[in-house]
């Protein structure tokens, strides 16, 4: 089974920025959505956004549009998350996964998960 290890997480001030990816151990097949969630304490996990393996069509939540940007590259089985004018309102631990499921899918649609990696916003 395939595995994914996040990396790229930590400290930021508000405005400022990060990227993170998301490695798979293997290729993965382009009937897979491969999508970025984030859980902030006391809170459910939330999808943030998903590329589509397809096509790489993405989506974004609504919270992040216009300032996170999903990407990747298939030569490096990796996918990107570039988060842009971050707020205290982005801190969460992130998480990629992976299933054949659609990109409007839920957690529970996603099998496969990374460890996640801590992002946290100061003020």
């Known amino acids: 089974q395939v595995q994914l290890v996040e990396s790229g997480g930590g400290l930021v001030r508000t405005g400022g920025s990060l990227r993170l990816s998301c490695t798979a151990s293997?290729?993965?097949?382009?009937?897979?959505?491969i999508a970025w969630f984030r859980q902030a304490p006391g809170k459910e996990r939330e999808r943030v956004s998903c590329?589509?393996?397809?096509?790489?069509?993405?989506t974004y939540a609504d919270s992040v549009k216009d300032r996170f940007t999903i990407s990747r590259d298939k030569a490096k089985n990796t996918v990107y998350l570039q988060m842009n004018s971050m707020e205290v309102e982005d801190t969460a631990v992130y998480y990629c996964a992976t299933d054949v499921a659609p990109c409007w899918g839920t957690a529970d649609d996603f099998s496969t998960w990374g460890q996640g990696t801590q992002v946290t916003v100061s003020s």
């Open positions: 293997e290729s993965i097949g382009d009937y897979y959505a």
């Open positions: 590329i589509r393996g397809s096509d790489g069509r993405t």
